[in-house]
């Protein structure tokens, strides 16, 4: 198979040095060929003119022998000629003159057609020109209108946003007094609610005070009574409890009033801190004896 290839690409290389021997052969026959054909047409070209040449002579001197011989009735052709056109000239001057009359009404006519148009175009166009002008007056009256509108509504815009920053100048300013009155407020019931507190402290350390002193009464009562009438004394004890009691709940009532009186003052002084003095007074009227160390124990006794 590799020798049958190796054949055919050699036998491809002779053909194609075959080929190529052959165009350079043939190229100088190839150039004398085109040399001897142009030589031939141009001897063949040459005849033929030379030939049309004698045939157009030839034709040109029969044509000078048939003039020679027409040359004689020349002058009966002219004046048959001439017989023949002196009626149609006039006819033809007739037609003539008509058609140059008729041409002339024309272009009058063409003239006025002209002019009528060119009167009708220029009033037309003054027409569109005023038209024009009144179009651009109106729109600038109309661009004046929109200048003077859009300037109004650009002061209207500006004083309703002069007016607008006013308010909210004047709502922040509000606000600022409102929460400077309501820090003082708060301030104020802070104070009043430590005022209370100090109040309510103070109250519950006489309750306290006072309790301690009615205990050392009541001891030193029961003490003095025991003494004296030792088989009375359980009787007497319990009598005496439920009004220490009683006035034990009178003075935490009061305090708890004077709680809420605080609280009330604390929110602005409305809590009726009057008729909590009152108590405490009533209290203290109805409460003394027993800070005095018993009445009662005196009236036993």
Do not use: C
Not at 90 to 109: A, D, H, M, N, T
């Amino acid at each position: 198979r590799q020798e049958k290839i190796r054949q055919r690409k050699l036998e491809s290389k002779r053909v194609d040095h075959l080929a190529r021997a052959l165009r350079e052969e043939e190229r100088q026959y190839l150039d004398q060929w085109a040399e001897e054909t142009e030589e031939h047409d141009q001897a063949y070209l040459d005849k033929a003119e030379e030939k049309l040449v004698e045939e157009q002579r030839k034709q040109h001197a029969l044509a000078l022998q048939e003039r020679d011989a027409l040359k004689g009735y020349q002058v009966a052709k002219d004046a048959w000629m001439e017989r023949q056109m002196e009626s149609r000239r006039e006819e033809f001057e007739r037609l003539y003159e008509e058609r140059q009359k008729r041409l002339e009404k024309l272009v009058v006519q063409k003239k006025i057609d002209r002019a009528r148009q060119r009167f009708k175009e220029e009033k037309e166009r003054l027409q569109e020109a005023d038209k024009a002008e009144r179009e651009e007056k109106e729109r600038k009256v109309q661009e004046q209108e929109d200048e003077e509108r859009k300037e109004r509504e650009r002061i209207e815009e500006e004083e309703r946003l002069a007016e607008e920053e006013a308010e909210k100048e004047r709502l922040a300013e509000e606000k600022k007094r409102k929460t400077e009155e309501l820090r003082k407020r708060r301030e104020e019931e802070d104070e009043a609610r430590k005022r209370a507190d100090e109040k309510r402290r103070q109250k519950e350390q006489e309750i306290e005070e006072r309790h301690k002193a009615d205990a050392e009464a009541a001891k030193i009562a029961r003490a003095s009574a025991a003494e004296r009438v030792p088989d009375r004394a359980p009787e007497r004890a319990p009598e005496r409890a439920p009004e220490r009691k009683k006035d034990e709940e009178e003075d935490w009532r009061a305090l708890r009033r004077n709680d809420s009186g605080g609280r009330d003052e604390a929110r602005g002084g409305k809590g009726g801190g009057w008729r909590n003095d009152d108590r405490d007074d009533r209290r203290d009227d109805r409460g003394a004896p027993a800070r005095g160390g018993g009445w009662r124990n005196d009236d036993r006794d």
